[in-house]
């Protein structure tokens, strides 16, 4: 039996493009995105939140209501659909161990766009 090829961050981002404009399929993945991330709450903690910002800045993004530099947002796709591929350089099926190479991705993509976050927040503050 083959296995699969573990999903890298620079792969990921590839795929963003097929989900970049494709309402649908953006709506698809942020569901999973959603479900798994109250799954394993307990074991992101500090990237959690980072992580609810990223589902919230790409449904206000979807729905017309914010506007973020598109490079900004293939990475945050990016880093959703790592986050919920089960296969990725740690498979998600190691107990905690498959969660560390997700949150470094959420973190580093957090990091490399904290004025994009910065204000999506503000905007969200002043757009309830």
Do not use: C
Not at 37 to 62: D, K
Not at 117 to 127: A, G, Q
């Amino acid at each position: 039996m083959r296995r699969k090829a573990p999903l890298t961050f620079e792969q990921a981002n590839i795929k963003a493009e097929s989900y970049v404009g494709h309402t649908r399929r953006l709506l698809w993945l942020l569901k999973r995105a959603t479900r798994k991330s109250a799954r394993y709450y307990e074991f992101l903690l500090a990237p959690w939140e980072t992580l609810q910002i990223f589902l919230r800045l790409l449904r206000a993004q979807l729905a017309g209501k914010f506007s973020a530099p598109t490079d900004s947002i293939f990475k945050v796709v990016a880093a959703v659909i790592y986050f919920v591929s089960p296969f990725d350089l740690i498979p998600d099926s190691i107990p905690i161990l498959g969660l560390i190479d997700d949150i470094s991705v959420i973190t580093w993509v957090a990091r490399t766009n904290l004025t994009l976050i910065s204000s999506f927040r503000k905007w969200e503050i002043l757009n309830p």
